[in-house]
């Protein structure tokens, strides 16, 4: 299909202005647990030498259509392993629309709603596309950040997804369940679970885990357990520590004592709504709130990425963004203005050695489920 030049009123300085205007990952988790990191080679097969990942799985091809989402959609799959797109269209009654209200707005110069609702309605599949980018990263880097490997299931990634898995090669010994699962409050002990976890890798003379992982649901259920009280206020009396006491800061200052050295606590509360094949919506927690997270530094790893090139001899308006292109055209039959955006994308493991997933809803690792 022949990308026609775009029906709307933008331009390229304008396209411009607003992909590269908007900052990646802003208020989302995986921009600092996995920030981006250029790559040069195209298969994530070539980051072995670099940064040690081993991959599991083969990419499928490369000739998939980017779905068309619509309106309410933050971010899906594409079908294609390695490769993010996500497109939306506006069609021939929206196009129709807008122009009738080109015609208002020209008729009236000071009808300042009906013109803010025109640059609107020009930019908001730009910003749409955006951030359908940046939440598709979201879910596969927690994913990946609290399972030590990526499973494209075909409820997430759509019909084109394989059940492969791209498996980083964490230790097997590096995966396991806590010592009592930590919804029992009166017998779950989860800072000597992470304590124990430090050691075990220590022991092996790796890099020591300084940060653990986990969601804000799973910080409060640690908080409600009596070992944390005890061991935050061990001369008070049972009745007289109150919840107001147990708080993060007071916790990571009891556990990032010089005396004590373990892992200081980072609570992540992250939300995405991905649109399945039939139009609903679920909102998910990419997260997988029954695991923790152990790292030797505040960073899980790297999103690689390489710049999709710009397809030659064609009227679309395109543009570079910081990991994604965004392509924007039009064609006649049917009428449609068209907005897709790409990437070659994928989040990625580092310090293996050092990573440690316990699963507290099990006491064995049983893959991040619960007993």
Known sequence: MAMNKPLFDIDQPGMHVTV??????????????????????????????????????????????????TRKTVGTWSGKLGKYSVSREKDEIEINEYQDLQVIAASNTEDAATAKHLVDIVYDDLDFCNNAMDYKVEIDAMRIGSSGKQTFSKKIDGDFATEDIINFNVPTANFKGAS????????????????????AIASKGGKKPRFVFMEKKKFQQLCNQASVARRLYPLAKENTVTSDMITLAAINRYMTDESR???????????????????????????????????????????YYKPVPNVPNTEALQEQGSYYKMTRYSDINPMLEVTMAEAYVQPGLINRASLVFINTAATTWNNGDAK
């Open 20 to 69: 590269n205007s908007y900052k990646p990952g802003n208020g989302l988790a995986w921009q600092q647990l996995f920030p981006l990191k250029y790559s040069p080679k195209f298969d994530i097969k070539g980051l072995e030498g670099n940064e040690g990942i081993p991959v599991a799985a083969d990419r499928v091809a490369f000739n998939t259509k980017a779905p068309k989402k």
């Open 180 to 199: 009592v699962v930590w919804s029992d409050s009166e017998n779950a002990d989860g800072l000597k679970d992470i304590a124990d976890a430090q050691d």
């Open 261 to 303: 050295g373990w892992p200081q606590i980072v609570i992540l509360d992250t939300y995405a709504t991905i649109q399945y094949k039939d139009g609903s919506e679920e909102t998910i927690k990419p997260w997988n709130v029954n695991v923790v997270t152990l790292a030797p530094v505040a960073q899980l790893g790297w999103t």
